[in-house]
């Protein structure tokens, strides 16, 4: 009964470390089932890596061990999470160096104990078990919310070659110093000064793996905030372009229109009137210049409209120009751009042609601006296309707080919805 009670001991404590790094994250569909067999992979598992720690193997035997110990906790989180290959490998070796160590730890509160002369059961019995038990599930409460919590970005990790390297050599690092530590505990009569460099050394790894994680993760961050700005500006600039080519065309279609309607009043034969009705109808399409009550806004729908007609796209359009008057020229014209930019690429890529239809609604309701703009969902996206969309979002959101709004991104069924509230401006 003692070695099954051992073998659920271990392969808990190894399950909470996995649930500690796990939540933060972002889950597959069917989690609970995919988590469950995880949990059920674990305990034959955990007798490999009880049977490891004995002391009964060889070297080799051990570091082959734990080589399939890492690779194991990498795919598990793989399956479980959407995290691709080489970020559920850096999370591998967080999981597992977090077991070893909440393990060691006990070990030295034991060992400890044991030094100053304090009465202890067997290891393997049972409070001895329950003990361990309750020591692991604190330790991973307090990092499921301490680093587990802090190291994703969204809910994942993004890992380049060089910290996954970097990441597997201070992990191998610790794994030795986790070898020299237990078997320098397992002899009763070694001191202080053989353990502490030991569990010192550890904890360096610990320290560095985290700090790494972090300037990485900061190095991504700068990396990112440059290319918001850039686009950011980019797309402050391209107003005055885009408010110049509305009125380039505006003019010329005018002067078509009169042109027209002169070739009208000279009564041409019927097949060359159906040519000027055609050409007429045209002009129109390009000539529907929208007018909300805010030169911006009226410039960002008219050339949204252009390439919506372009792609047969249907959009439909309530706005109260006047209620975003507040907003800066190039603010709301990179607001409206990117959201408008986002619904035109998700209608573009329906078959169904009533599905290819936006909506967007600006208008006021009980004092604060709403802004919504619908279009069909889209569940599977180019990556590029999806990484310009989270730059594009990146911007979106960035003039929203910078006004002191608020905005939601929400799928029901076929469709997206974007929806930014923003309050009314201070006198």
């Not at 808990?12 to 067999?37: E, G, N, S, V």
């Not at 674990?42 to 890492?70: C, D, E, H, K």
């Not at 970097?166 to 992990?171: E, K």
């Not at 989270?390 to 929400?410: A, S």
């Amino acid at each position: 009964m003692a070695p099954l009670i051992t073998l659920l001991t271990s392969a808990l404590c190894i399950w909470l470390a996995q649930l500690a790094y796990w939540l933060p994250l972002k889950r597959r569909k069917k989690y609970q089932l995919r988590f469950l067999l995880d949990l059920i992979a674990t305990v034959p598992f955990a007798q490999v890596i009880t049977w490891a720690n004995s002391g009964r193997t060889t070297a080799p035997a051990l570091i082959a061990m734990y080589i399939g110990y890492f690779l194991w906790v990498g795919i598990s989180t793989r399956l479980c999470t959407p995290l691709d290959a080489a970020a559920s490998a850096y999370c591998s070796v967080w999981i597992v160096l977090t077991s070893e160590s909440i393990y060691e730890l006990w070990r030295l509160l034991i060992w400890v104990a044991g030094r100053a002369g304090l009465q202890q059961p067997a290891l393997t019995s049972v409070p001895m078990l329950l003990g361990q038990i309750g020591f692991t599930f604190a330790v991973c409460v307090l990092v499921r919310y301490t680093v587990a919590r802090l190291m994703p970005d969204e809910g994942l990790y993004r890992i380049g070659p060089r910290q996954l390297l970097s990441a597997a050599l201070l992990g191998g690092m610790f794994i030795f110093q986790f070898f020299a530590l237990m078997s320098t505990l397992q002899n009763e009569s070694v001191g202080l000064s053989l353990v502490a460099p030991a569990f010192l050394t550890q904890l360096y790894c610990l320290t560095l793996l985290y700090l790494q994680t972090e300037l990485f993760k900061k190095s991504a961050m700068q990396k990112e905030m440059d290319t918001l700005n850039l686009l950011y500006e980019r797309q402050r600039q391209q107003y005055q372009i885009a408010r110049q080519n509305v009125q380039i065309i505006n003019r010329k279609c005018h002067e078509l229109k009169v042109q027209i309607a002169d070739l009208r009043r000279l009564n041409p034969d019927a097949a060359a009137a159906q040519n000027v009705t055609e050409a007429e109808r045209a002009v129109q399409l390009y000539d529907a210049t929208a007018d909300t009550g805010n030169e911006v806004l009226d410039v960002v729908l008219t050339e949204k409209a252009m390439l919506c007609e372009a792609q047969h796209i249907t959009l439909n359009c309530v706005a109260d120009g006047s209620a975003v008057t507040f907003v800066e020229p190039g603010d709301l014209y990179a607001l409206f751009s990117n959201a408008l930019d986002q619904a035109i690429d998700a209608a573009a890529r329906q078959m169904d042609e009533p599905r290819r239809m936006i909506d967007l609604l600006v208008c006021k309701r009980q004092g604060f601006i709403v802004i919504n703009v619908i279009a069909p969902a889209v569940t599977e996206t180019p990556t590029r296309t999806a990484r310009q969309h989270h730059y594009e979002q990146k911007v979106m959101r960035r003039i929203v707080q910078k006004y002191n709004g608020t905005m939601t991104k929400e799928n029901q069924n076929t469709l997206s919805a974007v929806k930014i509230v923003l309050p009314p401006p201070k006198p």
